[in-house]
């Protein structure tokens, strides 16, 4: 039987058994055939997994290639439109795997991209850290202790003068007085 001589659209089993033989051969009339027979279906049902048309074709045309590279050590079980069938969905699969895989990559690109902005802001705070910390080391021990108690611990002015056992006007005054001079010498970083 000559493979031009089976009708194009469906193949029996018998049919499908020859033409696999004859693609073992390096037939180029069964691969063709096989292309001209089952591409169209095989696009169509990708479409049910996979919207975009160009991924569909895509994906069936990488099938045929396998299945032509392949040829010689391929073993079908089913019929072959079946195996073809299951390589579509198998590669739908992946292919839904690796979009996955793609979008945890952007996200964690974005992610970078704000951790880069994140570095800058760090830089900034640090740099403003120790302009601060240097500061504080220019004002007198005593009123660094009222201002250090008030801001970076939270304490209430009262807090404060019953822990340094302070009246309540002099610990206002020492916390005025550091933040004026904090303000001054901090001036560049407003």
Same mark, same amino acid.
């Given at each position: 039987?000559?493979? %031009?001589?089976?009708?194009?659209?469906? %193949?029996?089993?018998?049919?499908?058994?020859?033409?696999? /033989?004859?693609?073992?051969?390096? /037939?180029?009339?069964?691969?063709?055939?096989?292309?001209?027979?089952?591409?169209?279906?095989?696009? %169509?049902?990708?479409?049910?997994?996979?919207?975009?048309?160009?991924?569909? =074709?895509?994906? $069936?045309?990488?099938?045929?290639?396998? %299945?032509?590279? &392949?040829?010689?050590?391929?073993?079908?079980?089913? /019929?072959?439109?079946?195996?073809?069938?299951?390589?579509? +969905?198998? /590669?739908?699969?992946?292919?839904?795997?690796?979009?996955?895989?793609?979008?945890?990559?952007?996200?964690?690109? =974005?992610?970078?991209?704000?951790?880069?902005?994140?570095?800058?802001?760090?830089?900034?705070?640090?740099?403003?850290?120790?302009?601060?910390?240097?500061?504080?080391?220019?004002?007198?021990?005593?009123? +660094? =202790?009222?201002?250090?108690?008030?801001?970076? &611990?939270?304490?209430?002015? +009262? =807090?404060?003068?019953?822990?340094?056992?302070?009246?309540?006007?002099? $610990?206002?005054?020492?916390?005025?007085?550091?933040?004026?001079?904090?303000?001054?010498?901090?001036?560049?970083? +407003?």
């Amino acid at each position: 039987m000559l493979i %031009l001589e089976i009708d194009m659209g469906k %193949l029996d089993k018998q049919q499908e058994y020859f033409v696999l /033989s004859a693609l073992k051969q390096d /037939s180029k009339e069964a691969f063709s055939l096989l292309f001209q027979t089952y591409y169209t279906d095989l696009v %169509l049902f990708c479409g049910n997994f996979i919207k975009d048309k160009d991924s569909c =074709e895509d994906i $069936v045309q990488s099938i045929f290639l396998k %299945l032509c590279t &392949e040829r010689k050590n391929i073993q079908i079980e089913t /019929s072959l439109k079946s195996y073809l069938l299951k390589a579509v +969905r198998n /590669s739908c699969f992946d292919e839904f795997r690796h979009l996955e895989i793609v979008r945890q990559y952007e996200t964690e690109y =974005e992610n970078t991209v704000l951790d880069s902005y994140d570095t800058e802001n760090y830089i900034l705070y640090s740099d403003l850290h120790d302009h601060l910390r240097h500061a504080l080391e220019q004002v007198p021990e005593l009123y +660094r =202790e009222a201002f250090v108690l008030n801001r970076f &611990e939270g304490l209430k002015y +009262r =807090e404060i003068a019953e822990k340094l056992n302070l009246p309540l006007g002099t $610990v206002k005054s020492r916390i005025f007085f550091t933040r004026q001079k904090l303000q001054e010498e901090l001036k560049d970083f +407003r």
